[in-house]
């Protein structure tokens, strides 16, 4: 009889996988699963989704769509009444039209940005992408082949891109610029005078292309007034693709509906990527995008100042921490705390804090609170918390946080 074969011998990932590994948000989230699940008591301020609930006029559309039989393949890049609701909703929110053919729909935001650079870049094409990052930015851009260029943004800035330094990372190779307003980690937005100086700079530069994610529009602050960079430069409108969803302002994170808007021949190309990857997004989560997109969006400001209350609470406790500094964000639901202030410090069992994945392990093992260490994001030393959880879970983690860092030496 044959020997059996050794699956995990012959198995040989492909190159392009090679150098991405498990995030580091993953990690830290699996650790802390483990440890919940042998009794310890686990704040986990990881989670990059809302608390709340998909409203019911929203799960009603979906049921409705399910009892009508809409349970078919749609279009390929989303259905036509799908799209006309997202025309509808750049023209209301944003001042912007778009063509039917300008816009696509994907099983969430993240994959318009894959379709995106699976259809725009080629080997050695540069992405330059400003950190603090979402990680999945750099990972999608090495994964098609293309150099991630990470430019760093200092909290002195708020955490933006300045117009120079953009300039500066410009190269004959740069495809495109990514940006994300407000930000995942740091909560930073920009402001129409923000956006000036990057917009001028690109305007010299006709071979670079924007890509914005817009996803966390409808989480703002402090009368901070939301703007999209097609809305502010009609001129670079031929080189802009703007992504959005509704996972983050509808609460439909697990619907995986995402979509954006560009210059048609982009859209198209993109679409040929879809077509051997995913085809359709889900028929039913379409539907429920159209009652999203299309009904009243009053819970949306309820739900922000309620964000807005748990920010301020977090904001204000980190602040009061010896060795802690933290910025208000003006969106999303993120803080991006700096702890330079603890780092060489020494724990209570005698280790000394190097890092901040020193910090946030030893929050973890000490304190029962999971937060993301900066580094992860591309920038260091900060740690990120999401305030998407209950004010009392978060009252009772920040106090945790406190009496870790007091017991450090």
Same mark, same amino acid.
Not at 56 to 84: H, S
Not at 359 to 388: D, Q, T, W
């Given at each position: 009889?044959? /020997? ?24 830290? +989230? ?28 929203? %799960? ?7 009892? /009508? ?50 259809? @725009? ?49 410009? @190269? ?15 909560? $930073? ?8 100086? !990057?917009?001028?700079?690109?305007? %010299? ?43 983050? $302002? ?6 995986? !509906? ?17 077509? =051997? ?31 807005? =209350? ?9 602040? /009061? ?25 020494? @724990? ?27 580094? $992860? ?12 959880? +209950? ?19």
């Amino acid at each position: 009889m044959n /020997a059996p074969l050794h699956t995990s011998a012959l198995f040989r990932p492909s190159h392009r996988i090679a150098s991405i590994g498990v995030s580091e948000i993953l990690k830290i +989230s699996g650790l802390a699963a483990e440890m919940k699940r042998q009794g310890r008591d686990i704040i986990v301020l990881g989670a990059g989704e809302p608390d709340f609930d998909t409203p019911d006029p929203i %799960k009603d559309a979906a049921e409705r769509a399910i009892r /009508a039989g809409v349970t078919k393949y749609t279009a390929l890049d989303g259905g036509q009444e799908l799209k006309a609701a997202i025309r509808a909703k750049f023209k209301r929110d944003n001042e912007l039209e778009f063509a039917q053919d300008e816009i696509t729909v994907s099983a969430g935001a993240k994959q318009v940005l894959f379709n995106a650079m699976m259809a @725009t870049i080629n080997p050695g094409d540069e992405v330059i992408i400003p950190t603090p990052f979402w990680v999945t930015y750099a990972d999608i851009v090495a994964i098609v082949g293309g150099t991630p260029v990470l430019v760093p943004c200092s909290e002195a800035n708020g955490f933006r891109l300045q117009g120079n330094v953009l300039e500066r990372a410009i @190269t004959p190779r740069t495809r495109w610029l990514m940006l994300n307003s407000p930000s995942n980690p740091s909560g $930073a937005a920009y402001s129409e005078t923000d956006y000036r100086p !990057i917009l001028d700079v690109l305007i %010299k530069h006709p071979h670079v292309w924007l890509m914005v994610d817009d996803i966390y529009e409808h989480i703002i602050y402090d009368d901070f007034r939301f703007v999209t960079p097609a809305a502010i430069e009609p001129a670079l409108r031929s080189r802009i693709l703007t992504v959005n969803g509704v996972s983050k $302002a509808y609460a439909m994170t697990g619907w995986r !509906i995402g979509y954006g808007a560009g210059p048609s021949p982009l859209i198209r190309a993109m679409a040929v990527v879809q077509s =051997q990857s995913t085809s359709c997004p889900s028929s039913v989560s379409q539907a429920a995008a159209i009652e999203a997109l299309n009904g009243p969006q009053d819970f949306i400001r309820d739900r922000c100042s309620s964000f807005q =209350q748990r920010r301020d609470l977090v904001v204000g406790a980190l602040n /009061a921490i010896d060795g802690i500094r933290c910025r208000a964000p003006e969106g999303a639901f993120y803080t991006f705390a700096s702890c330079a202030g603890l780092i060489g410090k020494v @724990t209570p069992d005698g280790q000394t804090l190097r890092s901040d994945t020193d910090f946030a392990e030893y929050l973890l093992r000490a304190a029962g609170v999971a937060v993301i260490p900066g580094s $992860a994001f591309g920038l260091a030393p900060y740690f990120r918390i999401s305030y998407a959880t +209950s004010a009392v879970e978060l009252e009772d983690a920040c106090q945790r946080i406190a009496r870790a860092t007091a017991g450090l030496s």
